[in-house]
């Protein structure tokens, strides 16, 4: 795939790594697993990306989402994908300088710039998920939002984070409690030790957020 650089637009990059990769044992395995959730990713959000997830070394990927109010959905696809290891996120809003092609390390703009210092500066602040490239005001709100969903997320037991997942998945409580094999009252007080109902809340204002809000600097509207 290779188009010609839609200079006038902002995208959102995506780049992630793996928590405490040096701690990991068999760098063999955790590869395979690793390019699994990749590959799950991309092909549950192939009409939502750009251009798809791919390795950009070690244990770092790479993605370029074709709108913006698709992070939250992306991000937590690949937490929940992952049995083996956590990653933390960096979202860069920006330009593209360079034409199109299925690999973003092929790539080059300031939105794959400013998606990697953003996960740099997360490294340094302990942060699952942080935003550079926005309007000053609206990158301050999101990055307030993206901490707020991240302390609901460190509350978790992994019961109660196992208990989200499933919730996200199945159509209904009933269909939730029957394939976790425990009843409808106990998963509803799992969901609300979790503060599920307040996630839900919180991701929809960031849906919001990155789908009305998120503009160019220029005051455009970033289409």
Same mark, same amino acid.
């Given at each position: 795939?290779?188009?010609l %650089?839609d200079n006038g ?5 995506v780049y &992630?790594d793996?928590? *405490?990769s040096?701690?990991?044992d068999?760098r063999d395995l ?5 390019l699994?959730v990749?590959?799950a ?10 251009v798809?997830?791919?390795i950009a ?7 370029l ?7 939250l959905?992306i991000i937590?696809?690949?937490?929940s994908?992952?049995? *083996?290891? !956590?990653?933390?996120? /960096?979202?860069? $809003? ?5 034409a199109?092609?299925?690999?973003t ?5 300031? @939105?794959f *710039?400013?998606a990697? /210092? ?8 302990d942060? $699952?998920?942080? @935003?550079?490239?926005?309007p000053?005001a *609206?990158e301050r709100?999101?990055?307030g939002?993206?901490g707020l969903i991240q302390?609901?997320?460190?509350? $978790?037991?992994?019961?109660?984070? !196992? ?9 209904t409580?009933?269909a !939730?409690?029957e ?8 998963l509803?007080?799992m969901?609300?030790?979790a ?6 809340a %919180?991701e929809e %204002?960031?849906k ?5 809000y998120?503009v160019?600097?220029t /005051? &455009?509207? &970033?289409?």
């Open positions: 795939m290779s188009m %650089a637009r902002f995208y959102l990059a &992630g793996i928590k *405490h040096r701690l990991i068999d955790a590869q395979r697993a690793f699994g990749i590959d990713v991309n092909a549950d959000f192939r009409r939502d990306l750009a798809p997830f791919s070394k070690g244990d770092e990927f790479q993605g989402l074709a709108a913006p109010e698709y992070a959905a937590d696809a690949f937490d994908r992952s049995d *083996h290891f !956590t990653f933390r996120y /960096g979202l860069g $809003w920006g330009t593209i300088e360079t199109f092609r299925s690999r390390t092929e790539m080059d703009g300031t @939105c *710039h400013n990697y /210092g953003a996960l740099v500066r997360g490294k340094k602040e942060r $699952w998920a942080t @935003c550079s490239g926005a000053d *609206h709100v999101i990055n939002m993206l302390v609901i997320r460190d509350g $978790w037991t992994a019961r109660q984070r !196992t208990a989200v997942t499933e919730r996200r998945r199945m159509p409580l009933t !939730t409690s394939g976790m094999g425990i009843d409808k009252s106990t509803s007080k969901l609300k030790a503060n599920y109902s307040q996630l839900l %919180a %204002a960031m919001i957020l990155l789908r009305d998120l160019r600097p /005051g &455009g509207d &970033g289409t």
